[in-house]
């Protein structure tokens, strides 16, 4: 089975349009049934691909974006998520609970205001839809942290039970927080439509107590965007976001959670 990081380089330091090329050129490679959703509108143009495995009801959409900022390798911004999707479609099948269907949805222009997955839900609707993760920055760090959570849910409680199901300690290996401001994700365009989403990332848990005072205290985080942010986000949206700077355990970890919360909504059934 390709590992996660290896699938990453299928995208990273490449233009958009190879990038969005390259994932469509692997699922073909491999066999994988997909369908496409071009769209163009004056923000702007590009192309979804949507991979369903299982054929339950119940629906977990998984969303990493293949678009980066222009001047940026786009490593951890996201050529890291799309190859920690890519790898776990192998095997995915084995996994899905009856009752559940696992979408897995490689968006476009995620950087032009989560404009493929506005795109995709205005022409798909949300039916169906259980819930949503985008996946944001996995690629550095050895803790979970699940944003825009900030009201529990019964999708939360199942991803809490999923993460302490691997080991993780509540407030070390994993973290849930909030709505996070200044940052988003694709999975807002699928909670304005009232499905539960919310976004996860990794992060060094060394750096968890900085991170907070970063992005929640704006005036002390602009002043750090001045001198040196703090990792994940000190290569964020920048040329140093290269694929050297990747860490596999980051990759890994979130295959794994990712994993457990399919196996815990078929529980929850």
Excluded: K
């Excluded at 691909?49 to 974006?65: E, I, P, S």
């Excluded at 920690?84 to 479609?89: Q, S, V, Y």
């Excluded at 995709?120 to 993760?133: D, K, M």
């Excluded at 942290?145 to 080991?167: C, N, Y």
């Amino acid at each position: 089975m390709t590992a996660p990081l290896d699938l990453a380089r299928l995208l990273a330091d490449r233009p958009n349009p190879e990038r969005e090329a390259a994932v469509a050129r692997h699922l073909e490679a491999c066999r994988i049934l997909f369908t496409r959703h071009r769209f163009e509108t004056a923000e702007g143009r590009g192309e979804t691909f949507a991979v369903d495995v299982g054929a339950g009801d119940r629906v977990l959409v998984l969303c990493a974006h293949h678009d980066a900022v222009p001047g940026s390798p786009g490593a951890n911004d996201n050529a890291a998520a799309v190859g920690i999707l890519l790898h776990l479609l192998p095997h995915l099948a084995a996994r899905v609970p009856p009752g559940l269907r696992v979408r897995l949805l490689f968006t476009a222009c995620e950087e032009r205001d989560f404009l493929g997955a506005r795109e995709y839900v205005r022409a798909r609707g949300v039916a169906g839809i259980a819930g949503v993760l985008s996946l944001e920055l996995c690629g550095i760090g050895d803790s979970l942290v699940l944003w825009d959570a900030g009201e529990e849910s019964a999708l939360t409680r199942v991803i809490r039970g999923a993460f302490d199901s691997l080991g993780l300690v509540n407030d070390e290996g994993y973290h849930v927080v909030g709505r996070i401001p200044r940052f988003g994700s694709d999975h807002r365009a699928f909670a304005a439509a009232g499905v539960p989403a919310y976004g996860l990332t990794v992060i060094p848990r060394a750096n968890a107590d900085t991170l907070r005072r970063f992005i929640w205290r704006p005036r002390w985080g602009a002043l750090r965007f001045l001198l040196r942010r703090p990792a994940p986000f000190d290569t964020y949206h920048t040329s140093g976001d290269a694929l050297a700077t990747l860490e596999p355990r980051a990759l890994t970890l979130t295959a794994r959670a990712l994993e457990a919360v399919i196996e815990a909504l078929g529980r929850d059934e």
